[in-house]
Structure formats: structure tokens, C-alpha cells
């Protein structure tokens, strides 16, 4: 036997593995069982995802060379969203003017808007039932009184409508100007918004183009009321607290230690005494809830919802920061500002949209409180006649039960039960496009697009699931924003409303699609074979919302057709 042949305790020493440190983690200890330990994560990207590497292999495809497909690729944050909010205002601006009279309640809000313009106020019409543009364009014929008139509603959304119709005057495409435009923005927004929250561009663009292709959105896009600019603003302030929520916890992230290794870990100080800094996206926040609420009282609910939001996102990320007690952090170190930066902003706001009715003297009940003593008399009498003023309309609007032929209960908005006809005439044969032998048909109906709406039902459920049992908080976000716009109608079922009120959370529910269809796309590292199935699934859900789009395109436009068509689009008897 020669030294270099081993004994039978040498063997066994060279298959032995090495002794394992007194030191060594459990982690490492296990690793010889099988367990595979997670990632080491930095607990900055914990806080502030990053947004992943546009993905340039289409570009490269093309023939592109890789710097200009990295260029091409990463423009795409932006022309993506833009091409998007071009189609949707194509598609809203097309014939705006038509047809040429007034619809459903733009009798109301779009005089009263021209009156707002004319006055500062809102006066008196002597025929709200007139709807001819052309009568209401002679001051001859319809005189607008100086009389202040009662109105249900606060004046924002009429200042916005009264800007189209400064511009292009009392026209139909005058008064329905600012809200095409505001529906063509909120197009762009939740693009942007999309983006954002998913961390994808794709995801984001799919959001957008969903909302252009949603019935009641298209609808209400082209009509002037004052829904549509209660949504704009309540949507331009979520997306302002999601960029507040970004800088703010990219603040928190700056300030952790960071290890030899280059990570950053939890610290209880950071996470307990750490300051967020100067929040300007919170207050213009607080400044569009304020907006919303000024355009129809339903805003309100955004404000309250919105700041819970904001507050539960300032507890996670202290959470994740290291703070022992996220909650007493919250309280002692973001509470106060946040309410301070949101509420008192918001009631400014809300006042200021009154400037008109403050500045002139005949406005309705502006003068109401002049001379009266009280409690209450240290309160300046404009701001007590205000108070006088909106109380009235408070006690007008939870005590409306009028019967209404298309009122509807908000039980059956998620499935489009009832939607309402804002317009309706039977052209007869030869007249106005009508090339049967039988009477023809043209309506506009407020009617979501209906796969899209039911579709969202099934979204809605995921995103509880991925809420209650995973804890992701976009599912929660999104959840939050539908909630703020629907669920307060549940107190008032009794109530004269109708289902176009839902168009304040219709961009919440294609982001609610946006995010199921994600999960049909699969998660990252899926197998080919798994995402050509998800691919395939997702594509044709979503040809099939385009063609439930273009299907009922007629009836959101008030196309001229033949009756028997329009027959074929009642799906359900509830749409009579």
C-alpha cells in the first residue's frame, strides 16, 4: 500500500462534509435538508417598487438597432397613453353637436352654466322645458332673468361647463365641449394612473383603453352633466396620492442605514421618527377632492375615503421601514398633516367656487343671514347664508322621491339593470336617415359596455380575494375608489337616482379588469406555454369589449336605425 492510497478513516474524512461554524444561521444549517432560503431583498425596493426595464425585443425585431430600441421602448411611458387619449377624443369629439337639442338634464346644467357666465350666478330661466338652441340663443324670446334661482347643485361643474360654452357659445357642441375633454384627459390619466400602480405600461395602456370603450363613460363624455367632472377630479386626485405615496415612502427609504453589503434594512428609528417631508401631490390632492365635492355633494365621500387611503398607506410603509408601532408613528408623525393638507384644503376650495355667488348680490339666499343675531353671529352673514342656502338643498335632496321612469336602485348598477335614455325619437320613413318602410329608431342610451361592466363583477370579486388574502394593497386601492363612489348611494335607495351616477368609479372597475387580466397574462418567470394561454384568453376578452363597444355604438351616438336593430340591442326587457 503506497501513502498515497488512503485509509478506511481517510475515505470516510473525504466524503464527510465540511463541519458546519457554531456560527452558522439557521438558513445555512437547513440548506443541506433542502431549504432554499428567500432572496435577500432591499428593503428600499420593498418600499418604492422600481419600474422594470421596458422590454425592447419587439423594437429589436424590427431591425432596430439596441440603442434606439432602448430609446423607442422607454418613450413608450408616455406614447402609449397618448396614442390611447387620441383615439378616445376622436371617438368623443366626432359629431359632438348632434343631436342639436338639449339631453335629459342638460336643460338644467347647461342653462344654468350660460347663467353662471352671464351673471356670476344662477338665474332664473322662464321655461326649463325649452330645448331648442336656437330659442335659447334670442334673448328676445327667452329672456334669463337676474332672479336668483334655488339649483340642487354647487356651481364647479357648471363653471366648467360654462367655460365650453364661453368659448363656442350656447351651442350644443358649446355646452358638451369641457366635458369631451375632461372624458378624453381622464383617458390619459388613467393611463398614466395604470402605469403607476401596476408598475406597468402595458397594464396601464389596457386601463385606458378600456375606459375609452365604456359605454356609459362615451355617454356621459358627450353629454353635459355633472357626473363625468365629479369623476375627472376625483380620478386626477387619486392619481395624486399615488405620486404623494411614491415620493413620500422614496423619503423614508433614504433615510434607512444601509448594511457593508449594500442593503438596506428595517430600522426602528427611521420607521418610528422619520419625517416624509414637504407633500405638495397631497395638497393639490386635497385641492381636486375639494373640486369634486363643489361639482355634486357625492365628491365628498371621495374625501373621506381617499384620506383613510392615504393614512393606511402612511402606516404600511413605516410598517416596512421598521417601526415597532406603525400606527402611534402615524399619529404622532403624519395624521395632522395629512388631515390638515386634505379637509381644511378641500373646504377652501369648495368655498372658493362660490366667488361668483359672494361677489354679487341676487344670487338665491345671498343675503338671508343679513341683520339676523344669534349663536351664530360672529360667522360672517355670507358665509351663515351659505350655510342657510346649502342646508336647503341638502333637505331638497334626501327627501327627492319623485317617480322617475328610469330610476333605478344601485343594487343593480354593477350589471346594468337599468339604464337611463337620455334621448329618444322614432324618425318616421324617409326622414332623418330612415330608409325602411317602418318607423326608425334613435337613442342615446347611458348604457356601460355590457361585457365590460360584468366582466368587472368577476374583477371586483379577484381583487377581495387578493385584498383579504394576500394584502395587496393596489387590489385594496382600487377596492377603496369603487367603494367612495358607490357604496354611499346604498343609503339612498329610496331616492329618485339613476345608473349613470356610477360613471364616478367606472375607471376604478377597468382598472379592477386591468389587474384580472394581468393575473390571465401570468406572473413573472411563467412558462411560454402558460403565457401563450394567458395571452390568448386575455386578447380575445378583450376584442370581445370592443366589439360589445362597437355593437352599441348607435345608441350612444343617436344614430338613425331601423327599429328591428334596435330591438336586437335590448338584451335585457329592463332596457325598454
Known amino acids: ?83 390611447v387619449a387620441a383615439v378616445a377624443g376622436a371617438l368623443r369629439f366626432w359629431r359632438l353637436g348632434q343631436p342639436h337639442a338639449l339631453v335629459f338634464d342638460e336643460t338644467y346644467y347647461a342653462k344654468d352654466a350660460w347663467s353662471l357666465l352671464k351673471l356670476g350666478y344662477e338665474g332664473t330661466w322662464p321655461d326649463r322645458k325649452i330645448a331648442d338652441p336656437k330659442i335659447l340663443a334670442d334673448p328676445q324670446v327667452i329672456p334669463l332673468s337676474d332672479t336668483g334661482s334655488f339649483v340642487a347643485h354647487p356651481p364647479m361643474g357648471k363653471w366648467v361647463i360654462a367655460f365650453g360654452e364661453n368659448l363656442f357659445g350656447l351651442d350644443p357642441f358649446g355646452w358638451r365641449f369641457m366635458t369631451a375633454l375632461l372624458g378624453t384627459l381622464s383617458v390619459l390619466m388613467l393611463c398614466r394612473i395604470g402605469r403607476r400602480l401596476f408598475r406597468s405600461t402595458l397594464l396601464g395602456c389596457l386601463a385606458g383603453a378600456l375606459l375609452a ?153 345671498r343675503h338671508w343671514a343679513d341683520g339676523r343675531g344669534g349663536t351664530w353671529s360672529w360667522i360672517p352673514a355670507p358665509l351663515r347664508s351659505l350655510w342657510h342656502y346649502e342646508h336647503a338643498v341638502y333637505e331638497f335632496n334626501i327627501n327627492l322621491h319623485a317617480w322617475h321612469r328610469y330610476k333605478s336602485n344601485p343594487w343593480s348598477w354593477l350589471v346594468q339593470g337599468r339604464p337611463v335614455s337620455f334621448f329618444y325619437e322614432s324618425p318616421k320613413p324617409g326622414q332623418e336617415g330612415c330608409h325602411t318602410s317602418v318607423d326608425c329608431s334613435q337613442e342615446i342610451l347611458g348604457l356601460g359596455t355590457p361585457l365590460l361592466w360584468w366582466t368587472a363583477c368577476f374583477a371586483l370579486a379577484y381583487l377581495l380575494y387578493r385584498w383579504a388574502m394576500r394584502r395587496d394593497w393596489r387590489s385594496g386601492a ?99
Open 213 to 365: 370603450v365604456d359605454g356609459l363613460h362615451f355617454v356621459m363624455s358627450r353629454t353635459a352633466l355633472l357626473d363625468l367632472v365629479v369623476m375627472f377630479f376625483a380620478l386626477a386626485a387619486f392619481g395624486c396620492l399615488l405620486v404623494d405615496r411614491d415620493r413620500a415612502r422614496a423619503r423614508l427609504a433614504a433615510a434607512l442605514p444601509v448594511g457593508p453589503d449594500g442593503f438596506a434594512r428595517p430600522d426602528h428609528h427611521t420607521g418610528e421618527h422619520a419625517g416624509t417631508g414637504w407633500r405638495p401631490w397631497r395638497l393639490a390632492a386635497g385641492v381636486f377632492l375639494g373640486l369634486a365635492a363643489a361639482s355634486k355633494w357625492n365628491g365628498l365621500y371621495f374625501l373621506v375615503f381617499f384620506t383613510a387611503l392615504t393614512l393606511l398607506w402612511d402606516v404600511g410603509a413605516r410598517r416596512i421601514a421598521g417601526a415597532y408601532s406603525p400606527y402611534r408613528a402615524v399619529l404622532r408623525k403624519d395624521l395632522g398633516w395629512s388631515v390638515v393638507s386634505m379637509v381644511p384644503v378641500a373646504v377652501l376650495t369648495y368655498l372658493a367656487t362660490w366667488t361668483g355667488w359672494f361677489m354679487t348680490d341676487d344670487g338665491y339666499a
Open 1 to 83: 500500500m503506497t501513502s498515497d492510497t488512503p485509509t478506511r478513516a481517510g475515505a470516510d474524512e473525504a466524503v464527510r462534509p465540511a463541519a458546519e461554524p457554531e456560527t452558522a444561521s439557521w438558513a445555512q444549517r437547513l440548506r443541506r435538508f433542502g431549504y432554499t432560503p428567500a432572496p435577500r431583498t432591499d428593503t428600499r425596493e420593498r418600499l418604492v417598487p422600481p419600474f422594470p426595464q421596458p422590454s425592447t425585443r419587439i423594437w429589436e425585431f424590427l431591425g432596430l438597432g439596441p440603442r434606439l430600441a432602448r430609446r423607442l421602448a422607454g418613450s413608450m411611458a408616455w406614447v402609449g397613453p397618448l396614442l
Open 478 to 576: 382600487v377596492l377603496c375608489a369603487v367603494a367612495a363612489g358607490y357604496l354611499p348611494w346604498f343609503n339612498y335607495q329610496d331616492r329618485t337616482i339613476f345608473s349613470f351616477y356610477a360613471v364616478a368609479f367606472v375607471p376604478y372597475l377597468c382598472l379592477a379588469v386591468a389587474l384580472l387580466i394581468g393575473a390571465l397574462l401570468g406572473p413573472p418567470g411563467a412558462s411560454e406555454r402558460r403565457r401563450l394561454v394567458g395571452a390568448t384568453g386575455a386578447g380575445v376578452l378583450v376584442l370581445l369589449i370592443v366589439w360589445n363597444f362597437i355593437y352599441f355604438f348607435p345608441l350612444y351616438t343617436g344614430q338613425t336605425i331601423p327599429y328591428s336593430d334596435w330591438h336586437a340591442r335590448m338584451w335585457l326587457d329592463t332596457w325598454i
